[in-house]
């Protein structure tokens, strides 16, 4: 057992994502996550480009984030439960030397450590973990669990993410599941996206902790063997670490976590003169408040 978690954890990558800063904020209790699906193409062959509908990295202007999530787990039981709040990655967010920009435009200027950054400066919560995830390693992972099943209620036909999917239950293979939560052909784009990527996510955990897989080696080898090489965590973060993520995630699914967007109020532009998503101040500083102070979050 020990060896074996020797191997996982060697295996994971790692970045320097919460490197000190100055004025950075101080740890508060509870531990926070930042998640963040990335659409980097790095490593994909033509083939997998192909498959997973992505393109290739020069085409698609670089690396960006699909996904930007944050995980709050309470430090003791009855101190609010464990919540996960989606930041839209076309949220207006200030940063210094550009002016106002999306969210996800600080992962493409500095990477993970300036996504973490201003995600921090911008809600006010010490981020404890970094968990990021690309495009071929979110398939895969859905692939070696035998796929996920999920209930649109609407039918979605999106070209650009290789999607095309009637209403109704159905079983979700790791290219389909990346265009689900990829596509933003929906009337509100990218806040129903964010919508969708938290429902597959806990279906996935779902699926993930359920008999089909716990107890099937021929789902667990290969999710055991594969999970590892398709995180980057944090140079701070090990395996354990993860596995007390995914511990916590189990609440997703059995609907015992508050999951929800950051309260918004419109539509605006950022300095290139392109929408962002704006946020309700005071909403949004009430929910960031609670989470930093480890206290249920307001309804």
Request: with cysteine; hydrophobic share 45%; aromatic share 6%.
């Amino acid at each position: 057992m020990l060896c074996a978690a020797v191997y996982v954890d060697r295996s994971l990558q790692h970045v320097d994502a919460l490197a000190d800063y100055p004025g950075r904020l101080a740890p508060t209790a509870g531990t926070n996550w930042l998640i963040v699906g990335s659409d980097s193409r790095a490593g994909l062959t033509p083939a997998q480009e192909a498959r997973l509908t992505t393109g290739d990295e020069a085409a698609a202007g670089g690396s960006r984030t699909d996904t930007i999530m944050l995980m709050h787990i309470p430090a003791l039981l009855g101190g609010g439960q464990t919540t996960l709040v989606s930041l839209p990655r076309d949220s207006s967010v200030p940063l210094a030397g550009y002016g106002r920009v999306k969210l996800n435009a600080a992962f493409s200027i500095g990477g993970p450590a300036l996504l973490a950054q201003t995600v921090e400066k911008v809600t006010g919560v010490h981020i404890d973990h970094y968990a990021e995830i690309g495009f071929a390693g979110f398939a895969d992972l859905v692939d070696d669990v035998g796929g996920v099943q999920m209930c649109p209620t609407e039918p979605i036909n999106d070209p650009l993410a290789g999607l095309n999917i009637a209403a109704g239950c159905q079983m979700f293979d790791g290219p389909k599941a990346l265009g689900y939560v990829r596509t933003r052909h929906s009337p509100r784009g990218d806040l129903d996206r964010v919508v969708r990527q938290r429902e597959f996510l806990g279906a996935l955990i779902a699926q993930v902790t359920g008999p089909a897989v716990l107890i099937n080696p021929f789902r667990m080898v290969p999710l055991g063997i594969d999970a590892p090489g398709t995180m980057t965590v944090d140079n701070g973060d090990h395996v354990w670490n993860l596995a007390r993520l995914g511990w916590a995630m189990r609440a997703l699914s059995h609907d015992d976590a508050v999951t929800t967007t950051v309260p918004f109020s419109g539509f605006g532009t950022v300095s290139d003169g392109s929408s962002a998503v704006l946020w309700d101040k005071q909403a949004a500083a009430r929910l960031f408040n609670a989470l930093a102070q480890d206290q249920a979050v307001p309804h």
